[in-house]
């Protein structure tokens, strides 16, 4: 697969000092600068393209985003502003496709994001700039779908009643669709579309999150969602609708084209609801 995508591989590659220093950061390690291209997203799009977990460079980015990790578990992942919880998701994200959930300093981070889950089920960023609506008495749900992306790699004792309360509360959002949390995500038009890679909070990541959890498929609202990405499929393959521009060149993610490696991730979606359908056989025998 590396050789097939080899000229997306260096194109990403050839972004690592856009912000004036290495590994797509800044001289003051501003993780997430210069989107699509940061420390926190391009080894992520590299992982999928193929490179291997044993490539240098992925310790290297470990590295990089380990020095910004503090003792209670959080990420300063830029040197000015408040630390919030999106924050310390997709730190955790990264690290966790890399290998490290075993690191002890992740268990710190775990720690910290159970010890703040909200009473509905999911986690906040607290900061308001829309306003302070009745919309924001909500968890956020990117940041709650990006850090149940984060469990999949741990176990712990509180993870059932943890994951339920979280998958419950973005299942009840597509029950309601509308604008939630002070980040005002909603379920409408742009959420509907097949954003790959997986950067936002969307249709297909968030199927594929849910997937890998039985209490969500064993509910209706994601067979739901689930039928809904499904009719997005052509023979088999998915197509992608959106994609950031910037990422719009690269052969692995054309929008209005069939993703081979979208097309993946689609049918491990559909070998998580194999296996639970064996299961729940099993169970009835």
Known sequence: MMNQFKHD???????????????WTTPDLKLLKGAPFTTLESPLYLLELGLPLSDPLFAKVADLIFSTWRK????????????????VALALKTLCYLGHSSDERLQHSLAFLINIQEVDGGWKCH?????????????TPN?????????????????????RKAIE????????????????YGIGTLFMQTEYPFRGYNLFYYVYVLSFYQTAL????FT????RLAEKSVDGKLIVERVVPKLGKLSFCKKG???????????????NLMRSDRANHKNLD
């Open 169 to 184: 509360f973005l299942l009840h959002h597509w029950e309601i669709k509308r604008p939630i949390s002070p980040c005002h």
């Open 224 to 227: 739901d969602a689930y039928q």
């Open 9 to 23: 591989i260096e194109a990403i590659m050839s972004h690592q000092t856009d912000n004036g220093f290495d590994l």
């Open 72 to 87: 209670d578990g959080r990420f300063k992942i830029s040197p000015a502003g408040a630390i919030y919880p999106c924050h």
């Open 143 to 163: 940041t709650t779908l990006i850090i149940l992306d984060c469990l999949r790699f741990f176990e712990f004792p509180e993870k059932e009643a943890v994951t």
């Open 218 to 221: 064993q509910d209706q609202r």
């Open 127 to 139: 900061k308001y700039s829309f306003g302070r609506g009745e919309e924001t008495t909500y968890s």
């Open 257 to 271: 084209e069939p993703s081979q490696l979208a097309t993946q991730k689609f049918n491990d979606i559909n070998d």
